[in-house]
């Protein structure tokens, strides 16, 4: 079966980093997405890793491993805006993706 | 350019009635999803439309549940005789391919009474 396991909550404070663990079993793996979404908002797109090791795109991060099936998503000088949900998602063969539940993150000023 | 979008952005409607819902795909996408989303679930993959292939339909929930893609651009997602477990947000991605980053819509917001 397809398993995506991520924190449900998390909270922070403003200006710290923030690490949002995921961990996968899927049948299969052709990469790992992680999305963010606003309430009442559209996901939009932050990352994708298909090879081990880390992507940096400014303030956040993306890591893999997939011999251990583990991901984490770096949030670093948090913002308030970055108050949202990430979402993991795995594309285990063909093109549609598998999406955790959701990380529910909450920065405080 | 514009962006996916989906209407209506909210849909009432009675146990046992059909509804169509509507996804404009970012022009010149060639691939086009539907996912849904319940309350406190995660994304649920419901079909996947790329090129002229036959889609996969793989995650539709029920055979009242079926969808279309015209022309290999607007696509709509038809439930049958809606059930009260319908209830959700629906949400339509494209991507210019496979592989690519997927964009997502706002989604519509099925409620079933």
């Known amino acids: 079966g397809q398993n995506i396991d991520q924190p449900t909550e998390m909270t922070a404070t403003e200006g710290a980093i923030v690490q949002i663990n995921c961990t996968y079993q899927?049948?299969?793996?052709?990469?790992l997405f992680w999305y963010q979404q606003h309430a009442g908002e559209a996901p939009t797109f932050l990352s994708y890793?298909?090879?081990?090791g880390l992507e940096e795109k400014g303030r956040f991060s993306s890591f893999l491993s997939r011999s251990k099936g583990y991901s984490y998503l770096l949030l670093k000088e948090l913002q308030m805006k970055d108050s949202a949900s990430y979402l993991c998602?795995?594309?285990?063969?063909?093109?549609?993706?598998?999406f955790g539940t959701g990380t529910r993150l909450q920065v405080f000023p | 350019g514009a962006g996916v979008s989906q209407s209506p952005s909210n849909k009432v409607t009675e146990k046992g009635k059909d509804v169509e819902l509507r996804c404009d795909p970012i022009?010149?996408?060639?691939?086009l999803y539907w996912y849904r989303q319940s309350l406190g679930q995660g994304l649920e993959f419901l079909i996947y439309?790329?090129?002229?292939?036959?889609?996969?339909k793989s995650g539709l929930p029920s055979d009242r549940f079926s969808a279309e893609r015209t022309g290999g651009s607007v696509s709509t997602l038809t439930i049958q005789r809606t059930q009260q477990e319908d209830s959700a947000v629906y949400l339509c991605?494209?991507?210019?391919?496979?592989?690519?980053?997927?964009?997502f819509g706002p989604g519509t917001r099925l409620t079933v009474t």
């Open positions: 022009s010149g996408h060639t691939a």
């Open positions: 890793n298909v090879l081990d």
């Open positions: 991605a494209s991507s210019s391919g496979p592989g690519y980053e997927q964009y």
């Open positions: 439309f790329q090129g002229n292939s036959a889609p996969d």
């Open positions: 899927t049948s299969g793996f052709n990469g």
């Open positions: 998602a795995v594309r285990p063969r063909t093109d549609k993706l598998i």
